[in-house]
């Protein structure tokens, strides 16, 4: 879909449909919808006083022209309660806007961002809006192959601003959430494309990929690399497969030589079959997402190139499959980790904060100033936060506080959860110095508090998206299936870091 900016007004733009918001609470359109209806001899109005359309949030209404503009149609779309209306309802509104005139099969639309009195700039609001239409109108298609599969698609996105001095922040904002969202797309992508097309290997290659558009340096340690750096415990999950397991390493450098980068720490588990320790066959197939956090990861990265964010930032996403085999490692286990710390298997299915581990000691080479690591790590997230919200465990307070504003800002939600030192207990190991699981009691802290160990000193959060990776049905701007969560809520976390720094040197 192509986005354009352009100046003017919507009353003369020649377009297939015109889209326009209006607010359940008002009696009269306002803005841009009050000088359409005005060239058309009030259809709007009389299509709000007729209770034909009430302004609820996410209906719509299209009316005809009648020869009146010189666009054919307008789709007047609900707001909701003016009181209620946010930046996150915005997004919603042009994703269901937008799906339902590519329904119509109309390939080309013009819209205008003003409603009325507003308390959102210009920018934050052209960013909702594009970010909105985007991410709602994602299909992931590469295997359909059958005619009735084949839908089109919205082709062109105008935005018409005719208000003076505003034209730049929308393009600013325009230009923001395109780039944004299509390093969501990215990591969709990566996430939905079944696991025979998605091995270690090829998320690496996809990695490099994304390094080579973004001028990234770029890194891949085999398995002969990682034994010698003692990286066991990653080492120890891959032996069941017989696809090689790769440490994945993007580095993009916006800041100055000597300032220390943030690394973004993303679980890559390609497919997890829970090993010897296997998970029921039912809905195993979904297991192709459970390297959303590598995913997420790499199009943070690709973001933040494309942003030109100026602070430097470090991928890392330990890759590899699950699987059980002759080789595979097993319960009663003990690994040796590259941090030193062992590590005795009670549950093969606990495997993503084994390479988490490796991977944790592995960013402290680069001195970080704060690392966050994503995974699709436990089920007891989903029990305690159910299918849409992301639990957060960390060491450093500024740190969560951050990650929070950058939630509320992108919609992308995080509840914390504490990192319960009592809890430590539950990991200790008579044979080892630890165990990969503390039981199914308070499972998503005793991993937290697992991976805690492999962090040092730095500033540190831990995001486990084990919920909101892969929905099983649509949210209002996230079609079911792969989400990309992670990647928005970082990227406004990096921007407002850059905008922190540049404030306080």
């Known amino acids: 879909m192509n986005i354009t900016v352009k100046t003017g007004s919507l009353t003369n733009f020649d377009c297939e449909i015109l889209l326009v918001g209006h607010f ?9 919808a009050r000088l359409l209806d005005e060239k058309c001899n009030g259809l709007i109005t009389e299509l709000i006083e007729q209770r034909d359309f009430e302004g609820k949030l996410y ?10 503009l010189r666009s054919r149609r307008i789709m007047i779309t ?20 937008c799906q339902k005139i590519r329904d119509l099969s109309i390939t080309q639309l013009a819209t205008s961002l003003d409603f009325g009195e507003s308390e959102f700039s210009i920018r934050e609001t052209a960013q909702a809006a594009v970010e909105g ?8 298609t590469p295997y359909k192959t059958l005619e009735e599969d084949e839908k089109g698609e919205i082709s062109e996105f105008t935005i018409v601003e005719s208000r003076p001095g505003l034209l730049e922040d929308v393009k600013d904002g325009a230009k923001t959430a395109e780039i944004i969202s299509r390093a969501v797309y990215c990591a969709r992508d990566l996430v939905s494309t079944p696991s025979n097309d998605m091995t270690p ?12 558009e973004g001028n990234l340096k770029f890194e891949v340690l085999n398995e002969a690399a990682m034994k010698e750096l003692g990286m066991n415990a990653l080492l120890g999950v891959a032996r069941g497969s017989a696809e090689e397991a790769k440490l994945i390493i993007l ?4 800041g100055s030589k ?3 980068p943030v690394v973004l720490v993303g679980k890559g588990v390609t497919f997890d079959s829970g090993g010897i320790s296997i998970k029921p066959s039912e809905k195993m197939d979904e297991m192709k997402s459970d390297m959303s956090g590598g995913a997420a990861v790499i199009g943070t990265i690709k973001a933040a190139a494309e942003l030109k964010i100026p602070l430097n930032v470090v991928g890392i996403i330990p890759a590899t499959e699950n699987l059980p085999g002759g ?12 941090s030193g710390i062992t590590i005795e298997i009670k549950n093969t299915d606990a495997e993503g904060r084994l390479i988490l581990a490796d991977a944790l000691t592995f960013a402290g080479k680069y001195k970080p100033a704060a690392i966050i690591d994503l995974a699709t790590l436990t089920g007891a997230c989903v029990i305690a936060l159910g299918d849409y919200l992301t639990g957060m465990l960390g060491t450093d307070s500024d740190l969560k506080e951050k990650i929070h504003s950058a939630s509320d800002a992108t919609g992308e939600t995080v509840w914390e959860l504490p990192l319960w030192h009592e809890y430590d207990e539950l990991i200790k190991s008579d044979v080892a110095d630890i165990k990969n699981t503390g039981g199914r009691a308070g499972g998503t802290i005793t991993a937290a508090l697992l991976l805690k160990r492999f962090a040092g000193d730095y500033p540190w959060v831990h995001l486990d998206i084990a919920g909101p990776a892969l929905l099983l049905k649509d949210k209002p701007y996230i079609p079911k299936g792969a989400s990309g969560v992670g990647v928005r809520l970082l990227v406004q976390f990096l921007m407002d870091r850059s905008q922190s720094s540049n404030a306080n040197p």
């Open 24 to 32: 359940e609470d008002n009696q009269m359109p306002e803005g841009t």
């Open 59 to 68: 209906s719509s209404s299209v009316v005809y022209t009648r020869g009146l």
């Open 78 to 97: 609900g707001l909701g309660k003016k009181k209620e209306f946010n930046l996150e309802k915005l997004r919603g509104v042009f994703s269901k806007a």
């Open 133 to 140: 239409a985007m991410l709602g109108l994602y299909r992931f």
């Open 201 to 212: 290997t090829i998320l690496a290659d996809r990695a490099g990929d994304v390094a080579k």
């Open 251 to 254: 580095e993009y450098n916006g």
């Open 258 to 260: 000597n300032d220390k």
């Open 327 to 338: 080789k595979a490692y097993k319960p009663g286990d003990v690994l040796k980790s590259m």
